[in-house]
């Protein structure tokens, strides 16, 4: 119940910053955006013809009314058709949003996984070499480009340059095998860059722990190594690495990966939304605007209720 | 005096930090005993290597950048140097325990007390987990603090300064321990909780038969609390004495220099209160001499040459002083 208070508090507080950011967002795209009228007119367009496609987009209407349509659609999750294809932009988002799911979340838990635990056995050997392999390691994941890094990955596990196990393009989920196919070579380049940022913020947290007092204290009553680390020390770093997790969920979900979906050809939410900005498709981007700063609304709100179950020091006000 | 066998035996202890500006040696040379039920004073100012002799019996030393360069410390026979990480372990909190001086920050703030102290106890004794929670009670209530149900269900912040520290006080006797090693157990505490768990620690020291090394500046805490009293000026041990030798007839200028410092009530002008002038030498350039020499109204050109060795007196102590006061 106290939850479900706080939650709905938040959520309320929450809603200035969902307004700030659509009406920020729908003032570019207004007046700053890329028009749709001409994209959809043939070549040397009448001024009535102009006036009619338009009225059609709404484009006539004055600002506030456009804008309090848009919070509508909000309200409702119905952002009515796409101005390029005619789709709904609801079942456009119901399509594109699983394939970005699926496309990025085994490489987003094993980046983290593999990020925290890398990050533990660097902090245990601090200052040694499986310390010093592991960041210069992460140094170079974090200093290669990730387009960079998608180039050589498809090259060299879906080329005849190299291995030729993967298929450099597609996607497909059809079964198990298939699935697998396709999304091996994006979670690998994803792993490997994530991997590099992950480690050392994650070392970084986990150092610093290190240092305090309690750990001391339990090691001072014999507490082990492993123990120390996965109970006394981690339960302590929980916080950064809740923030750290929570708030890119709403990056995936609806950002999507642009740069995995376009180099592999991946119709994905990510692709959608490029599509959108490139030809103005304001309804698309209306949507994905308006969802992300919901969604990050609820990431905070999410975050804030980890923290207090991670930590008896937080209270629920 | 008859003596026993020592529990611990420190012997040349050298412990050294690997700082930005060079090698600096913490502490340098340390050789003390402390027999079994007895309690130990280890006294001086900050940065006189007295915590670090404390945390290096229980190898704590922050390694890097420390380490432990030389000499030995025995434990009931045992060289505590020469154990494996993992023998240590078995030591740290079942034969050794250890209080520190922060209760604020010494317990883990993300676990209930009762959960802190049921680790360690079920670490070192084959107890289910039931058993370990009577166990726990039982241990607040004996350190003093008031509804042990419900505090041990808390976690730390919810508890005052003074009750934390009885945690630690009831997670170091948990195990029975023959030694307990205090740093500084009450300088964070305000005055009248200070006076109340000075009093625990005496008495539960005497009830479970520990001897116990008491970490201090505080000459007072000394006086009440310790039978045996060793003085540590800058790395080095410079008098050792029973309390009641020390404070009637200190022998090394320094010891007389700290007890002259000391604030007496009536005494009618505290302006003119005494103070050892000059400054403690930089570590990282000691002097070849007496280290106090500097301070020390009693120097002579032999100080500043050869460092005195430390020597047995009269009364059954040990001081290292070519002048000492008679």
């Known amino acids: 119940m106290d939850i479900l208070q706080y939650a709905l508090r938040r959520l309320l507080a929450g809603l200035p910053l969902l307004l700030g950011v659509t009406l920020f967002s729908f003032t570019l795209m207004v007046y700053f955006g890329p028009d749709k009228t001409f994209e959809l007119l043939g070549k040397n367009p009448t001024a009535q013809e102009i006036a009619e496609v338009r009225h059609q987009l709404g484009y006539d209407r004055p600002f506030v009314l456009r804008y309090g349509e848009y919070l509508r659609e909000l309200a409702t999750v119905d952002f ?36 925290i635990a890398l990050a533990l056995l660097a902090a245990y050997h601090r200052g040694r070499w499986p310390d010093k392999l592991i960041m210069g ?38 079964s198990l095998a298939d699935y697998l196919r396709h999304v091996t070579v994006p979670t690998l380049a994803m792993v490997f860059v994530a991997l590099g940022y992950n480690t050392r913020f994650y070392r970084a947290v986990i150092v610093e722990e290190m240092g305090r007092d309690h750990v001391r204290t339990a090691r001072a009553f014999g507490a082990a190594p492993a123990r120390l680390f996965w109970r006394d020390i981690l339960k302590n770093c929980a916080i950064p690495v809740i923030t750290r997790i929570v708030f890119t969920i709403p990056a995936i979900v609806i950002g999507g990966a642009l740069l995995l979906e376009t180099s592999f050809g991946i119709p994905g939410v990510g692709k959608a939304a490029y599509e959108a900005i490139i030809s103005g498709d304001q309804p698309v981007l209306k949507a994905v605007v308006g969802l992300t700063t919901a969604l990050f609304v609820i990431a905070l709100l999410v975050a804030d209720i980890l923290y207090r179950a991670v930590d008896p020091r937080v209270s629920l006000e | 005096m008859n003596h026993p066998t020592p529990l611990l035996a420190l012997r040349d202890l050298v412990v050294e930090f690997d700082t930005m500006a060079g090698r600096v040696r913490a502490v340098d040379g ?49 060289d505590l140097l020469a154990l494996p990480e993992s023998g240590m372990r078995a030591v740290r909190g079942r034969d050794i325990a250890m209080i520190f001086q922060e209760p604020m920050t010494a317990l883990n703030p993300v676990f209930t ?62 195990c029975g321990p023959r030694l307990l090693v205090a740093d500084e157990p009450t300088t964070a505490l305000d005055v009248t909780t200070q006076a109340q768990v000075l009093e625990e620690i005496r008495r539960l020291q005497a009830e479970y ?75 990282l350039q000691l002097p070849a001499g007496c280290r106090f ?31 000492p006061h008679p």
């Not at chain 1, 974090?142 to 196990?165: A, E, R």
């Not at chain 2, 079920?122 to 419900?150: D, F, N, Y």
């Open chain 1, 80 to 115: 009515g058709n796409s101005d390029s294809t005619g789709e709904r932009v609801s079942s456009l988002l119901a399509r594109t949003i699983p394939v970005s799911l699926a496309l990025e979340l085994p490489g987003f838990v094993l980046g983290n996984l593999l990020g």
């Open chain 1, 137 to 174: 390691l992460s140094v170079i994941g974090m200093s290669i480009s990730f387009l960079v890094v998608i180039f050589v990955f498809q090259i060299w596990f879906c080329t005849s340059h190299g291995l030729d196990l993967f298929p450099v393009r597609g996607w497909g989920t059809a």
């Open chain 2, 30 to 78: 340390v050789s003390l005993d402390v027999f079994p039920e007895e309690s130990l004073a280890l006294v001086g100012e900050s940065g006189c290597g007295k915590t670090v002799t404390a945390l290096s019996i229980l190898r704590l030393v922050p390694q890097p950048p420390g380490r432990i360069a030389g000499g030995s410390i025995r434990f009931d026979g045992r």
């Open chain 2, 113 to 174: 007390v009762g959960a802190q102290l049921g680790d360690v106890i079920r670490r070192h004794q084959r107890l289910s987990r039931r058993e370990a929670r009577k166990a726990s009670l039982a241990l607040l209530e004996q350190v003093g603090i008031p509804e042990p149900g419900r505090r041990i269900d808390e976690y730390p912040h919810q508890l005052s300064g003074g009750q934390r520290q009885r945690v630690m006080i009831a997670m170091a006797l948990s």
């Open chain 2, 209 to 283: 038969r520990m001897a116990m090394i008491l970490v201090t500046h505080d000459l007072g805490i000394v006086a009440e609390t310790c039978t045996r009293a060793v003085v540590m000026y800058c790395g080095q041990v410079v008098e050792a004495a029973t309390t009641a030798a020390l404070f009637s007839r200190p022998h090394h200028p320094y010891t007389v220099g700290l007890l002259d410092s000391i604030p007496r009530l009536r005494e009618t002008r505290l302006a003119e209160l005494p103070v050892i002038p000059g400054r403690v030498p930089d570590p």
């Open chain 2, 293 to 323: 020499a500097d301070r020390c109204p009693r120097v002579s050109a032999e100080c500043r040459v050869v460092s005195p060795p430390l020597v047995a007196t009269a009364d059954g102590g040990l001081v290292a002083c070519y002048h």
